[in-house]
């Protein structure tokens, strides 16, 4: 007999047994058994709290916090970590509703997870900011995110339903290696700021196979970020999946790179691809690729815009963030509004080495000519329609993301 193999089966059996001598077996907290009432009218957010607690700082090397098919209504909650437990599972199988009563919050979130390693939240239960409440607040006012996911390196967020947030639906910060997959987010189409879903300081995170309906960006992704890869999103109607917006005055350098969006949908009214940033902005946007894009009825498909100036009256500024090493590859569709494509770049600082190949975006009005603007683009297209002006119209070209 080869005693090899059965000293390696031993090897491994023993240090599988000495790694996980501290740990029991994983453990459930059920939040009812922490005084949950799940009616949807008392406060029960001191109950997921201890649901958490437990589960946090317990024993076992694995734990789940669940959530059951009830409508528990929650103050602002933080379930902060490090936990002892190496991988811990939130299960939303029920319904959470945050108070319309604007006094209840003092923080910049309603939901957050702070600083928790193996990190999954997942379920068909839903997420309800109720943020009605909150729109018609003036644009600069203070409005909570819904969902706050910090420096929680690996988190899944998965399957779970969010609504009607009261400013972004999620965000995430300082996540390296996070992955969103399958989760629905609505919102009504003039609901202000309503972002799906918010990407800052964080690399490596991927967003797929999922749909995002609101009132602002459906994913925007934010200073800080690289190797960010998005696919399978049905997006809109909403004001795009969007890099930026990046480079408001007084910031520090704020780049992007390395970003990879493929196989999405746009729907209705608003804007598709998108990169957006201020005058008088430093940093630089590179790397960028939008492929393999549907666009149905879509205000402006394709959109660089160096102008961003969403509260108006801003300053005319020399200083901009380089945007660079762009790629627009097999965009297709129609859209509603005059210009199917509206690259705008500074006038100080040119975009470069940007590359549109396979574009055939057509008005729905089909008496309207397809038109197109761009300025200061420095680059290549091929089979582009409608033609920009500004760009030469070559049979190859090569490009590297």
Known sequence: MDLLPLFLILCMATSGMSMETNFAPRASFNVMNFGAVGNGLTD?????????????????????????????????????????????????LGKLIAPTDRKAFRANYWLLFYRVKGLVVGGKGSIDGRGYVWWPQPFDGFRPAALKFYECPGMVLAGTTHLNSQKQHIVITKCDGALITNINVFAPENSPNTDGIDIATSKNVRVRHSHISTGDDCIAITAGCSYIK??????????????????APGKPDESVEHVEVSDCTFKGPGIGARIKSSQGGRGHISHVSYKNIEVNHVGIPIVIDQYY??????????????????????????????????????????????????????????????HAVCFNLKGRAHNVKPILSCLSHHSSYSFRV
Do not use: E
């Open 44 to 92: 029960d957010s001191i109950a997921f709290r201890k649901a958490w607690s437990a589960a946090c700082h317990g024993q076992s090397r694995g734990a789940r916090v669940i959530i059951p098919a009830k409508t528990f209504l929650l103050k602002p909650v933080k379930f902060s970590g490090p936990c002892k437990a190496p991988r811990i599972t939130v299960q939303v």
């Open 230 to 247: 998005i696919k399978g999103i049905t997006c809109g109607p909403s004001h795009g999946l969007s890099i930026g917006g990046l480079g």
């Open 309 to 370: 100036c969403p509260q108006g009256g801003c300053k005319n500024h020399t200083a901009a963030v380089r945007v660079s090493d762009v790629s627009f590859i097999g965009i297709n569709g129609s859209y509603t509004q005059n210009d199917a494509m509206s690259l705008l770049c500074s006038q100080s600082s040119a975009c470069t080495g940007i590359w549109l190949d396979n574009i055939d975006l057509r008005p729905v009005n089909p008496k309207k000519t397809a």
